[in-house]
């Protein structure tokens, strides 16, 4: 069974910063896909970016320039690093990890940007 915990939200003022943790259980983390989604409210779950194995990286156009996502095998850890927020960027952070085909989702981390 793989387990995905999210770490890392919180409160921060617009134009701050926070570093997203998604935690993947499991030995196969350097084979797995992962990638991050948000869910405002009232809004659908939209996907904000996604890391491959081969590191290979995908961001929604809103985000480019302001989010890195990257990985840390050693750690089983994909880190989405969020700059310069705005209050649009408000929502339930949500990790998802492939493995083999199945898709595993975590409980998510709120992050919200309000002065």
């Known amino acids: 069974q793989v387990h995905v915990v999210e770490s890392g939200g919180g409160v921060v003022q617009p134009g701050g910063s926070l570093r997203l943790s998604c935690l993947v259980s499991?030995?196969?983390?350097?084979?797995?896909?992962v990638e991050w989604y948000r869910q405002a409210p009232g809004k659908e779950r939209e996907s904000v970016a996604s890391i491959t194995r081969y590191w290979s990286t995908n961001y929604r156009d809103s985000v480019k320039g302001r989010f890195a996502i990257s990985r840390d095998n050693s750690r089983n850890t994909v880190y989405l690093q969020t700059n310069s927020l705005k209050p649009e960027d408000t929502a339930v952070y949500y990790c998802?990890?492939?493995?083999?085909?199945?898709?595993?989702w975590g409980q998510g981390t709120q992050v919200t940007v309000s002065a």
């Open positions: 998802k990890a492939r493995q083999s085909g199945i898709e595993y």
């Open positions: 499991g030995s196969a983390f350097s084979t797995t896909y």
